[in-house]
Structure formats: structure tokens, C-alpha cells
């Protein structure tokens, strides 16, 4: 197929490049040419920024486009008018487009955020999922039975330039003592590996597929709770050859009440008690694995972010987490109180 991508520049849409060329198939990439300037061999590029210069794109049909970058409504629209021949394009979301997370599972016909109110260029986090949610609109308004929609939920693995799943694997590779949410075996958390998310895109738009899918894992769709993802951490950083932290379980109401939530310092980490998010690790993907999505085992995704080494404190991907210093004055305090 001709593939057109929008980004493609860094993480899922390199991946999603990677993918696709893999599959034999011709890919161009738009983007600013900001996070990357060296392609592989075959790959056209057209330089350009979505909000002012899709005139570029005019001249060329796709077989299918997958839109990585898209984030505000208008961006949408102009995309959507511009590549209206295309013959699919598939818009990567965000599970975030779900109204409510305090029923579970949450599934793909559940109630989306209502971005009514929401200013359209608004950019903050707060705004993140409603902003999606009128994108899905325009893309599903736009290409009916062909738009695909992906909601992915946490995207990790290597490249990862948020560093919220990474933080654990690099931290338990420091050594010394790490605190880690004493979070019930059987309260669930969901990811899936960039890799395994570009693979199945391509192939989704192979088949023809169409409408939304909630793209999360582990494979079998089983529980695999905050104990079995520290224990793979250990295991990994074993693994590497170095001498993981010793992980010292703290209460999730102690860091609760100490604003530890909120402030995302422990990432991707949701109180398990929380009864507005009893269903944000309990999105139901079962879709996604039926039109073959696969993915790999956390053992894998934890030693490839391993081999790309640990970041020093002061990297862009671990501003925001916890540091060191408060960590060690959280233990303190939590060890006088218990």
C-alpha cells in the first residue's frame, strides 16, 4: 500500500514507519522535521506543519493514513479536507475520551467526554480528553466506514519520551531503596508496547478495518497487577547485569493523603481505591486482540528500555517523577509513622 503518516518523527509514529516498512509497504512521512532528520532509505519525506501546509500534500493519493500527532479539532478538519480520497485514515486517540472510568470494563460504545465548553485550542492537560473525543468526531464525520479510531493506553517501551513507564525500570536499576505502592496483587495495570501497537495499526489497515478499538494489554487480556510489574523490574534489571533497588511497599492511602496522585511524581500509578478510576486499568480490548493485536511480554519491553541505559536526573523524560531526595524523606517519614 501507499501510506501516508502524520508524524512519524519519534516514537509511535518511528514505530509506526518502522512497521510499515517492514510489511513492504511505500510510506511517506509530513512532519516539521524537528525530531528527526535522518530517514530510512525509501522513506519520502514532505517537510511541513500540519496547521499551515497540507497544500503539500495535494498532489499524491494514499492507500491509508495514520494521523500520530493529531490533537486539536481544527487540526483535524483540515487534515480530513485535505486527504478526503485517501482510502482509510486512521486517527490514533487516547482511552482518555472516556466520559467516565468508575464503571468497569470500559468499553468502545461507553459515553466519550463531551468537549462542549472545551476552548479548541486548549492544550491543557485537563482538556487532553475532550479535545480527542471532538477529533474522533471529525474523523468519524469526515470518512464513516473508513475511519479507524485507536485508543491506546499507555504507551510504552523504548524511545519512550515521556518517560512515565520507564521511570520504574530506571529507577529499580539505581539501586538503594525504592518506594513502591503497596498496591493489592489483583488491582490490574494496562500498557502496550509501541512496537506491538504500530504492527497491528499497519495490519488493521491491511484489513480493511474499521470504527474504534481500545488498543491496551497484556495479551490474554489477564490481570497483571503494581507486585508482578515490580517484580519484572527487579528481574530485568537482574537480567542487565545490575543490582536492582530494594523495593520498599509504602501505603497507597499514605501517598494519597501526601498528594502523590495527583502530582504524577509516581507515574502512571492510580490509587486502587479510588472510586473514580475503578475502571481506568479495566479497559476492555478485547476488539483490538480479535482483529489481531499481539503483544509481547513485559520481560521484553523492560530489558529493551533497559539497553538504551538509565537517563540522569536531571533528563527531560524524568522531570516530574519522583526524585531521590523525596523519596528517601518519604520513607523516612512513612517508617516513623508505622
Known sequence: MKLLILGGGRFVGAAVLDAARQRGHAVTVF?????????????????????????ALAA????????????????????????????RYLFVSSVSVYASFERAPVREDDPLADPAGVDPEDRRVEAYGAQKAACEAVVTAAFGDRALIVRPGYIVGPGDISGRFSHWPWRCAEGGEMLVPDAPADAPVQWIDVRDLAAWMVRLLENGAAGPFNAVGPQDGTTTGWPGV????????????LAPARQIPVSERFLSDRG??????????????????AGFNHVDGRRARDTGLQTRPLADTLADILAE????????????KLTHAKEAALLREYRAEV
Open 31 to 55: 512532519n516539521r522535521g524537528r525530531a528527526r532528520t535522518t530517514w530510512p532509505a525509501g522513506t519520502t519525506v514532505v517537510a511541513g506543519d500540519r496547521d499551515t501546509d497540507l497544500a
Open 60 to 87: 499524491a493519493s494514499w492507500d491509508g493514513v495514520i494521523d500520530t500527532c493529531g490533537y486539536l479539532p481544527r487540526q483535524l478538519r483540515a487534515s480530513c479536507t485535505a486527504l478526503g480520497d485517501c482510502g
Open 230 to 241: 515490580f517484580a519484572a523490574c527487579t528481574a530485568a534489571v537482574h537480567q542487565s547485569g
Open 260 to 277: 502523590l496522585a495527583e502530582s504524577g511524581e509516581l507515574p502512571i500509578w492510580v490509587p486502587s481505591g479510588d472510586p473514580a478510576y
Open 309 to 320: 541505559g538509565v537517563p540522569p536526573p536531571d533528563d527531560a523524560r524524568r522531570r516530574g
